[in-house]
């Protein structure tokens, strides 16, 4: 999983020379993480942030969000086509993400993430956790 962050980010990294481009810029003020953090036990409470992340034919935008413990994630399907957010290490959603069948155009999927730690996800009927479609949730302590 190391380098999968690592391979994506050196994309992103690429992107933002072009000082026109909206996407790049909010990745490039997103701060480098180099290495998946072990998730934390430890956890916070809702802290009434909310942040939103949207699913575009066939992109994450913001691709890379950081939030505090304790903020709703968002994720609106803004796009036209049938998308997922999946952990690639738990395809069945059993901790958090949304399928298909409950994230179509218009749908809306929503997350507190209590513990710290980094969250790879990926759309399965777009990309992979190396190359299209896929985001990172970075969840720092308060
Ligand atoms: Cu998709």
Not at 31 to 34: D, G, K, R, T
Not at 62 to 66: D, E, F, N, Q
């Given at each position: 999983?190391?380098?999968?962050?690592?391979?994506?980010?050196?994309?992103?990294?690429?992107c933002a020379a072009d000082p026109d481009d909206s996407l790049a810029a909010q990745q490039a003020t997103t701060?480098?993480?180099?290495v998946t953090v072990p998730q934390s036990q430890e956890e916070f409470p809702p802290n009434g942030v909310v942040s939103d992340v949207l699913a575009i034919d066939n992109n994450f935008v913001?691709?890379?969000?950081?939030v505090e413990a304790g903020t709703e994630v968002v994720f609106l399907n803004n796009g036209r086509n049938d998308h997922n957010i999946v952990p690639p290490d738990d395809l069945t959603v059993s901790e958090w993400g949304?399928?298909?069948?409950?994230?179509?155009?218009?749908?809306?999927?929503s997350h507190v993430f209590t513990r710290p730690g980094t969250y790879v996800y990926v759309c399965t009927?777009?990309?992979t956790a190396t190359a299209g479609m896929f985001g990172t949730i970075v969840v720092t302590a308060p």
């Open positions: 999983m190391v380098g999968v962050v690592l391979g994506g980010l050196g994309v992103m990294a690429g701060p480098a993480v180099l913001p691709a890379a969000l950081t949304v399928l298909d069948a409950d994230f179509m155009p218009g749908d809306s999927y009927i777009h990309g």
